[in-house]
Nanobody, 122 residues
């Protein structure tokens, strides 16, 4: 059974940084793409970033480009999201997910974690 466990969320002031982690188990992590999405109450879950199995290809939402960096360590079965210059509008529940290839589309991801809350105060 595939398990994804996010961590690293918390409360931070605007302009600050956080690094989210997502530990994967139950499948060959290094053969699958990983993605980060986020969701606020009453809104659709939106794409944040994705990374290919090798780490050689990454895509970002325009809203986070230049501020967030996705990376992975296949030896540790972990994907990261480094978030810098955080803004109040980045406040959301952040989810990691795994799929066959990089994609901005939520439906292309098969497995999801439970999420970690990020709150950015102004």
């Amino acid at each position: 059974q595939v398990q994804l466990v996010e961590s690293g969320g918390g409360l931070v002031q605007a302009g600050g940084s956080l690094r989210l982690s997502c530990a994967a188990s139950g499948r060959t992590f290094s053969r699958h793409a990983m993605g980060w999405f986020r969701q606020t109450p009453g809104e659709e879950r939106e794409f944040v970033a994705t990374i290919s199995w090798s780490g050689g290809t990454t895509y970002y939402a325009d809203s986070v480009k230049g501020r967030f960096t996705i990376s992975r360590d296949n030896a540790k079965n972990t994907v990261y999201l480094q978030m810098n210059s955080l803004k109040p509008e980045d406040t959301a529940l952040y989810y990691c997910a795994t799929g066959d290839s990089v994609s901005r589309i939520r439906m292309n991801y098969e497995y999801w974690g439970q999420g970690t809350q990020v709150t950015v105060s102004s």
